[in-house]
């Protein structure tokens, strides 16, 4: 089992450009997570998933979007990069019967 | 919004020696608590889950867990370098239909030799 996975690795883009962050999981989980993570900060959630086919706003959303395509994959797209959406993002799945989240390997993201 | 607080750190510990990691959180009807690790760089591992008061073991890793006074604790014997890293105490959260952790910052740990 890959567990889960997160395209790409890292990221730079210009102001004002879009891109979508992918993320995918093997472990048939029904709930799926978007964190960020600053300095300080800690981990916010932006999105989370609790099923196929619902998405619902974290701590952080505005200037992202998601999109649940299966029960697998669930996507974080940023519409019109911004220099504070510069940050290291997490994709996580949830167990359902301990609440255990398992973290994917990130991406980091540079916006110039 | 729920709050979990931890020590930022850096906590220093020597080779061999027991890090005592703690974590405070508010929302007392909280039922499922976690720690993380995360190494520089890296992503969030879990490595420890608990559930009720008392006491749970994991090789050189015990959770403690005491919900009247809204606290969770992360020892560690036998310290090793590869242990310095990041800990997060992480607390489930129901809100809006749906669970949730809440993170705290994290607290830096630092084993030297």
């Known amino acids: 089992n890959a567990g889960v996975t997160q395209t790409p690795k890292f990221q730079v883009l210009k102001t004002g450009q879009s891109m979508t962050l992918q993320c995918a999981q093997d472990m048939n989980h029904n709930s799926m997570y978007w964190y960020r993570q600053d300095p300080g900060m800690g981990l916010r959630l932006i999105y989370y998933?609790?099923?196929?086919?619902?998405?619902d706003k974290g701590e952080v959303p505005n200037g992202y979007n998601v999109s649940r395509l299966n029960k697998r994959e669930f996507s974080l797209r940023l519409e019109s990069a911004a220099p504070s959406q510069t940050s290291v993002y997490f994709c996580a799945s949830r167990r359902q019967d301990t609440y255990e989240q398992y973290f994917g390997p990130g991406t980091r993201l540079t916006v110039t | 919004q729920k709050e979990v607080e931890q020590n930022s750190g850096p906590l220093s510990v020597p080779e061999g020696a027991i890090a005592s990691l703690n974590c405070t959180y508010s929302d007392r009807g909280s039922q499922s608590f976690f720690w993380y690790r995360q190494y520089s760089g890296k992503s969030p591992e879990l490595i420890m889950s608990i559930y009720s008061n008392g006491d749970k073991e994991d090789g050189r890793f015990t959770a403690q867990l005491n919900k009247a006074s809204q606290y969770v604790s992360l020892l560690i014997r036998d310290s090793q370098p590869s242990d310095s890293a990041t800990y997060l105490c992480?607390?489930?959260?129901?809100?809006?239909?749906?669970?949730?952790?809440?993170f705290g910052a994290g607290t830096r740990l630092a084993v030297h030799p």
């Open positions: 998933s609790a099923s196929e086919g619902t998405t």
């Open positions: 992480a607390v489930n959260e129901f809100s809006g239909g749906y669970n949730k952790l809440i």
